[in-house]
């Protein structure tokens, strides 16, 4: 079956870096646009990141544009999210996300098929 596993994250201070990898298996992993959504505490999942099946193409939320990068090693079936200058705000569970739907990438958590279980990152002040 498939299975989408996240890791990395953690504990972080304001304006630390830390890096989220999420292993895929069970699926062909280079036919799936790839995606990152977090959900913080008292609030609904939101979109952050996603990037398209050749990680050719990314796209980001504007929360975090020009902090985080996307990308993929469709060799290693693998997809990551680098999250420099980290805020407070950035505190979350984040879940990565494969979907078979969009032509290039897409951001609507509908379209994504499967999810994995999430990691936590918490950054303090």
């Known amino acids: 079956q498939v299975q989408l596993v996240e890791s990395g994250g953690g504990l972080a201070q304001a304006g630390d870096s830390l890096s989220l990898s999420c292993a895929a298996s069970?699926?062909?992993?280079?036919?799936?646009?790839m995606g990152w959504f977090r959900q913080a505490p008292g609030k609904d999942r939101e979109f952050v990141a996603t990037?398209?099946?050749?990680?050719?193409?990314?796209f980001y939320a504007d929360s975090v544009k020009g902090r985080f990068t996307i990308s993929r090693d469709n060799s290693k079936n693998t997809v990551y999210l680098q999250m420099n200058s980290l805020k407070p705000e950035d505190t979350a569970v984040y879940y990565c996300?494969?979907?078979?739907?969009?032509?290039?990438?897409?951001?609507?958590?509908?379209?994504?098929?499967?999810w994995g279980p999430g990691g936590q990152v918490t950054v303090s002040s």
């Open positions: 996300a494969a979907s078979l739907r969009g032509a290039s990438w897409t951001r609507r958590q509908s379209d994504y098929d499967y």
């Open positions: 069970g699926l062909t992993f280079s036919n799936y646009v």
């Open positions: 990037v398209s099946r050749t990680g050719g193409s990314t």
